[in-house]
């Protein structure tokens, strides 16, 4: 994959110039790392080795199956607690068999699943093709808003039926070659499932059963000694959740947890850290209905302003790579052929002087709309952003947000009223193919897009359609055409999370981490690891 920026004549040089021009002049201070005391871990559970300890970064909203394409809550249950008939692998984007054993398409609009013998619920009670067809029925076809349903389907409605007890068939309203990927984020539950409320306590096939959850303490595992699959290798397993980066990383130094999520560089000890790509990628997405934004020539200015070496090397740690695309690697439809565009001040201020002698009115403020916690150095990664904007000739003020009201920028309907809006976004494509990335951010009416064109919008249904390689190719011309001729985003960084790792386990973890953390996978560390 070609990402790095490009080198030669054409780039300056210097590339983290302005990052350290803005550290030295005082404007923007890094994060020091800090030992933290009192984390509060209250758990000696683990001192037996057999109680896995995870520390997470917030309580989990919720651990109803539907709802588990939330962070926060497939992390605790997807394939721990529940299971879906079909599994992507998260390197190789290959669906693997889980509770289906196999699957084809027997009509353009319908799929056939055969369905695992011999597989009990946490209960004891039997799964068959019932429960597979009343699991995405609830997920999709109710009327309990499921996350899952919105995310994953859209408005679509499924036909679903148990043909025998090892056979089920799923229609859709039009041909859908990505059903099965689809259908690997709905977790199934037994068909004694409430349909008229959501569930607190799941109850799945997985690994795992819940034993107990403390509101605001923990929630406690125990092996599913039934379980149809390879026993884990802990037979008991305990979150708890810290909101400090520095507490949870403390808690894994002190040996008080044996895994912690989403640590950051600045309080992390290097030994006991591991990183991997998480799916991630931040970007600037810029509001095109509005003045000086809704000319081509100033958003591509803005991307060729974007210092990113300098601001992953100086402010992420060098926990990142450049993106040139919302699509990270592994997805189905990213392009490899596509590079960040490069560091060019001199040039992005051409491109805003030629905009304003055309009377586009570049002087206007841009508001740079920014998510409180979103990352670690957030703020002063706004702030660096702002500086190389105003370096170019555009007028930028930064406004740090919380969540909700982040979220008000970046959803449909939009404020109105606000002005020209770059809105600092991170995007975390899970499910493993551009479909689900620009039905949301490029489409002209996507629930996270600003604007679009007629153009663009058919390049994507017509990739939607296709299958296969050709899938891959019509989506990877599409990021390819929306980087030429939209340019609705200024890409900064794929990101890399940072996981904490106690030297007395074992876990790899990869792209599928920071959403679904297999606990199966996990074991106790050989002798001699240090």
Not at 359 to 387: D, K
Request: proline share 6%.
């Amino acid at each position: 994959m070609k990402s790095s920026v490009p080198s030669g004549p054409h780039r300056e040089r210097g590339r983290a110039h302005t990052v350290l021009a803005l550290l030295t002049t005082g404007t923007m201070l890094l994060t020091s790392a800090c030992a933290v005391a009192n984390s509060d871990a209250g758990d000696a559970g683990g001192a037996d080795g057999r109680t896995l300890r995870i520390v997470l970064t917030q309580e989990p909203p919720t651990l109803e199956p539907c709802e588990s394409s939330l962070t926060a809550t497939g992390v605790v249950v997807r394939s721990n607690i529940t299971e879906p008939l079909v599994e992507r692998d998260p390197t190789s984007g290959k669906l693997d068999p889980l509770l289906a054993t196999g699957w084809r398409q027997t009509e353009p609009t319908t799929w056939t699943f055969d369905i695992r013998p011999g597989v009990t619920f946490q209960n004891g009670q039997p799964f068959t093709a019932k429960d597979a067809a009343f699991s995405i029925d609830r997920a999709v076809n109710s009327d309990l808003a499921c996350n899952v349903d919105g995310y994953v389907f859209g408005d679509e409605k499924l036909k679903v039926r148990a043909v025998s007890p090892t056979r089920l068939t799923v229609t859709t309203e039009k041909t859908d070659p990505i059903l099965p990927l689809r259908l690997s984020f709905v977790e199934i539950v037994p068909h004694t499932t409430s349909t008229r409320a959501k569930v607190r306590i799941p109850i799945g096939t997985g690994p795992y059963a819940v034993t107990s959850w403390q509101t605001g303490v923990s929630i406690s595992l125990a092996r599913n000694e039934n379980y149809w699959g390879k026993a884990p290798a802990y037979p008991r397993a305990r979150y708890v959740w810290r909101s400090d980066a520095s507490v949870r990383a403390a808690m894994i130094d002190k040996g008080e947890a044996d895994i912690a999520t989403a640590l950051d560089h600045t309080s992390a000890d290097k030994g006991n850290t591991v990183a991997y790509p998480n799916n991630e990628t931040t970007a600037l997405r810029l509001d095109g209905r509005e003045a000086p934004l809704d000319d081509i020539r100033v958003r591509k200015a803005i991307a060729l302003a974007v210092d990113r070496e300098g601001i992953i090397d100086a402010l992420l740690g060098g926990l990142a790579k450049p993106a040139a695309q919302l699509v990270p690697p592994g997805v189905v439809g990213h392009n490899d052929d596509l590079v960040p565009a490069p560091y060019q001040v001199a040039a992005a201020r051409a491109l805003v002087k030629q905009a304003a002698a055309d009377g586009v009115p570049v002087h206007r403020q841009i508001t740079l709309v920014a998510r409180n916690g979103m990352f670690a150095g957030i703020s002063e990664v706004a702030e660096a952003l702002q500086y190389e904007m105003a370096r170019v000739g555009l007028n930028v003020r930064i406004r740090m947000a919380d969540t909700a009201t982040h979220l008000q920028y970046q959803l449909r309907p939009l404020p109105r009223g606000v002005g020209p809006v770059a809105l600092l976004i991170m995007h975390g494509n899970q499910a493993g193919d551009a479909a689900f990335t620009t039905s949301q951010y490029l489409v002209s009416d996507g629930p996270q897009s600003t604007f679009g064109t007629k153009e663009l919008d058919r390049r994507i249904a017509a990739a939607d359609a296709l299958s296969g390689k050709a899938r891959e190719k019509a989506f990877a011309e599409v990021l390819e055409y929306q980087n030429e001729t939209v340019v609705q985003y200024a890409y900064l960084a794929h990101m890399r999370g940072l996981l904490g790792l106690s030297p007395k386990v074992r876990y790899r973890p990869d792209s599928a981490t920071g959403d679904e953390m297999r606990l199966a996978e996990v074991g106790p560390a050989k002798k001699g690891r240090h």
